[in-house]
């Protein structure tokens, strides 16, 4: 049986075909124009490498694939969340100068200065015959650098004569370089020669070579008091006396004139060989053709310094056993607690941390990078997050052909030294740990103009890198800004006396006034003769006044290189306590 045709029901209309077609028109025209006003109101393009935008994908099992993590607690949080708040977004452009990214505005009221007062007699007249005083330096170079400079100062407490230091053949580096190989001995001695007496070996004692040395050993942080207690009865019976593993033996505090003759040694009686510093200022120059400015960054994310310094990256049970199996190379270290650490900022941060320390701070995504740094934990699946954030990514090993290299590649302190002339040369230096290297140019740089030089705020960073996926890019951004206040190498940032001195020379910066720099324009001469040949390239400006640290983060300034690692006991409490481990003190060297 038929049904009725609908036009005839008595409660609808009849609709025309060309209504309806005109209905499905307008329909889609809505529509269209619907996509057209969300593609509008849309953010503009981010990046896409999924571990920076967030889309990370989830992992079933953790445990027999490593990926770059921001966090232990990385795989919990929320994907969705994150794609929808979390993005960092294109930048292009170094930043100007004016903005602060590449120097200070402050630094030009402040110089380096460390020329000898008048009460500080000259070496002839005080240094006593037959007294010779020889240093065994410990360590990588950097290690190495801080017992060269305290050992000219132990020789003038002691009124002796100083034979050039030997450095360490033996350590975790295995470098058979001596001193002459890598740092200019001759200037040594000559630039030095009013301070302390400086011979290249022991004279003969009536056509005789004295007999060998009275081997000894001071405490860490031994005062003037201590070496005129302890060594020198020894060195007026004997005559001649050698301090054996020289690192650390001097105290921080000193008279100023002391500390002023520790900053004479280091920034500039040591300088490195010819071969050693062209090479360097040849990297340099690459990097400059690059790019108007540069950042050097000292990664510190080996595999050994992770394993030493007991800390987790998201890596499963493959990462816990190979970094724990790389750990029990150190009997000493107890049993760490990588949570812990990681809150209270004694984890280097990850490649991918630091590129979004970098980038929050408005550092463009053209910038030129270069990496000192040894292997990397995870290889290039570790920095493939750094290199997506930062493209331009350089080394040694890229700038300069393996025939360039080939002097110093089979030698870790000239490959070493390379690094620290790159990174002093830089616009912006990072330093990603509190190892030598990190202090020695933290100090250099203060002292050659306030250089704008970066340590991560690790403590409070890490909470911050937990939680991005619950913010903005804006938010995360400032955040940044404010925790990275007080560690970007600005004048004053460290009360004077804190800290290491060779991290913070405080007693050789001079603070000028406006009368001052009026009368006296050439006041920097007084940086000595080798200041043409080291000029610094510090920026122009900064935006960010002087800050004084008034938060509890620990200082890490105020710790013993030791003090860095998970150890249960402190090595600075007394003068007398030593440390025998010598891998494990030579291991974070640089």
């Known amino acids: 049986m038929r049904l009725p045709r609908r036009r005839h029901h008595p409660l ?38 999924p571990s920076v935008s967030g889309d990370r994908p989830r992992r079933s099992d953790p445990s027999p694939v490593r990926k770059p993590k921001i966090s232990p607690d990385a795989a919990v949080r929320k994907d969705a969340t994150t794609d929808e708040t979390f993005r960092v977004p294109v930048r292009h452009g170094g930043g100007s100068s004016k903005n602060g990214l590449w120097g200070s505005k402050l630094s030009k009221y402040y110089v380096g200065c460390s ?7 000259a070496a002839e007249a005080v240094t006593r015959r037959e007294r010779y005083l020889m240093i065994g330096t410990s360590g990588g170079l950097n290690q190495q650098r801080t017992g060269i400079t305290d050992a000219v100062v132990a020789a003038r407490i002691l009124n002796a004569t100083l034979v050039v230091p030997k450095l360490d053949q033996r350590s975790f580096w295995k470098d058979a370089s001596n001193f002459g190989d890598i740092f200019d001995v001759n200037w040594f ?15 003969k004692k009536g056509g005789k070579p004295f007999r060998g040395p009275y081997t000894m050993r001071v405490p860490r942080k031994c005062t003037p008091r201590c070496y005129q207690t302890r060594v020198l009865p020894v060195l007026l019976k004997k005559h001649v006396v050698q ?28 300088i490195f060989t010819h071969p050693i510093q062209d090479m360097g200022d040849k990297l340099i120059h690459r990097m400059k053709e690059k790019g108007k400015h540069f950042i050097a960054l000292h990664l510190r994310y080996e595999p050994d310094m992770l394993a030493f310094s007991g800390c987790y990256y998201g890596g499963g049970e493959k990462e816990r056993k190979e970094l724990g ?11 760490s607690n990588p949570d812990k650490a990681r809150r209270q900022g004694r984890c280097p941060l990850t490649p991918e941390e630091v590129g979004l320390m970098l980038r929050a701070l408005d550092y463009g995504s053209d910038v030129h990078i270069y990496v000192a ?9 570790s920095l493939a997050p750094l290199k997506a954030l930062f493209p331009n990514f350089h080394s040694k090993e890229t700038l300069a052909s393996k025939e360039e290299l080939e002097p110093f590649s089979l030698f870790s302190s000239r490959m070493a030294a390379l690094d620290f002339i790159v990174c002093d040369g830089s616009d912006a230096f990072v330093a990603n ?20 030089t970066l340590r991560p705020n690790a403590k409070k960073l890490y909470s911050l890198f937990l939680n991005r996926a619950n913010m903005t890019w804006e938010q995360f951004s400032l955040k940044v800004h404010s925790h990275q206040r007080g560690f970007l190498g600005e004048p004053k940032e460290v009360r004077p006396g804190r800290g290491e001195f060779h991290e913070n020379p405080s007693a050789c910066i001079c603070e000028t006034t406006k009368a001052m720099r009026g009368k006296h324009s050439g ?15 510090s920026g122009h400006s900064i935006s960010e006044p002087t800050y004084n640290r008034t938060d509890k983060e620990p200082d890490w300034s105020d710790m013993d290189y030791e003090e860095y690692t998970p150890l249960s006991k402190s090595l600075s409490s007394s003068t007398d306590m030593d440390y025998e481990d010598s891998e494990l003190e030579d291991f974070l060297s640089d």
């Open 373 to 381: 740094s040894g292997e990397i934990y995870g290889g290039d699946e």
């Open 433 to 452: 740990n509190n190892g030598n290297m990190a202090r020695m140019l933290a100090g250099r740089r203060r002292y050659f103009g306030h250089k704008r």
């Open 12 to 49: 609808r209309c009849p609709i025309p075909a060309a209504s309806a077609v005109s209905l499905l028109s307008t329909a889609v025209a809505v529509l269209l124009l619907a996509l057209a006003l969300l593609s509008y109101l849309a953010p503009p393009p981010f990046l896409d490498h």
């Open 325 to 335: 199996t790389i750990r029990k190379r150190w009997k000493t270290l107890h049993i």
């Open 243 to 270: 301090l054996t593993k020289f690192d650390y033996r001097l105290a921080n505090k000193l008279e100023t004139d002391l500390q002023k003759l520790r900053c004479r040694v280091n920034y500039h009686a040591l």
């Open 189 to 203: 001695i000559s630039f030095l020669s009013k301070d302390v007496k400086i011979i290249k070996e022991l004279p």
């Open 115 to 121: 020329n000898a007062s008048n009460k500080f007699p």
């Open 523 to 537: 006041l920097l001469s007084q940086t000595n003769a080798d200041d043409q040949h080291r000029k610094s390239n």
